[in-house]
């Protein structure tokens, strides 16, 4: 059962355009959200989270936009450039075992090809 | 560079056999987390610890085990490997401040012949 669902496997978009990345979840319980990036050989880099008592979190290009009610966020990358070519994962933060521990339950990617 | 330390990078051994993949978190992170990527799959959680103790198990396979040790670096047992055993190990440190946030380390390729 995937609780994370990222639907498109790949996405490409023209240089200087926008890039709209989508997640979709099950989970209620999951109140932390979060983008990787991940280029090929190495490990993902984080990239912009939103906790879920807000409704969007913007990072310089970066902009991530929460809609609790549909269990849907999106990753917004405006202008997108031509090294924003990676996979993007999408995880879901949810509390556990009482105490503060947290685990992170990942999509399964969507491959970005930002072409000059 | 995320802090986090993977050795090896590479590693190459036979079906049947037994390797440890070892990390290092970043300063001061007391959680360690392990993952596994394989082909077309998505990081699927294996285990956590913190502090050396274990805190969570996730799609870990009995042949697999981990350990965290005083100085907080963690070591992942993989043992009778199997060809489908061959993938992506990452593992990643949580940030103090804020709890949710993981950094991950480069990974280390395992490829089970």
């Known amino acids: 059962d995937q609780q994370v669902k990222q639907n498109s496997p790949s996405l490409s978009v023209q240089e200087g355009r926008i890039s709209i990345l989508n997640c979709d979840y099950t989970?209620?319980?999951?109140?932390?959200f979060l983008w990787y990036k991940k280029y090929p050989a190495e490990g993902p880099t984080f990239l912009i989270s939103i906790s879920s008592i807000k409704d969007k979190n913007e990072d310089g290009r970066f902009t991530v936009f929460l809609n609790k009610s549909a269990k849907h966020l999106s990753l917004h990358i405006v202008p997108s450039q031509p090294g924003d070519s990676a996979v993007y994962f999408c995880?879901?933060?949810?509390?556990f075992g009482g105490g503060s521990n947290y685990k992170l339950t990942f999509g399964k990617g969507t491959l970005l090809t930002v072409n000059p | 560079d995320s802090g986090v330390t993977q050795t090896p990078k590479h590693l190459i051994t036979a079906t049947g056999q037994r390797v440890t993949l070892r990390c290092s978190p970043r300063s001061g992170d007391l959680s360690v987390y392990w993952y596994q990527q394989s082909l077309d799959q998505g990081l699927q959680f294996l285990i956590q610890?913190?502090?050396?103790?274990?805190?969570a198990k996730g799609n870990i396979l009995e042949r697999f085990s981990a350990q965290q040790f005083p100085d907080l670096h963690s070591e992942l047992n993989l043992s009778s490997l199997e060809l489908g055993d061959s993938a992506l190990y990452f593992c990643a440190s949580r940030e103090r401040e804020n709890k949710d946030t993981q950094y991950f380390g480069p990974g280390t390729r395992l490829t089970v012949l």
């Open positions: 989970n209620s319980m999951f109140d932390y």
């Open positions: 995880a879901a933060s949810a509390r």
């Open positions: 610890y913190y502090n050396g103790e274990e805190r």
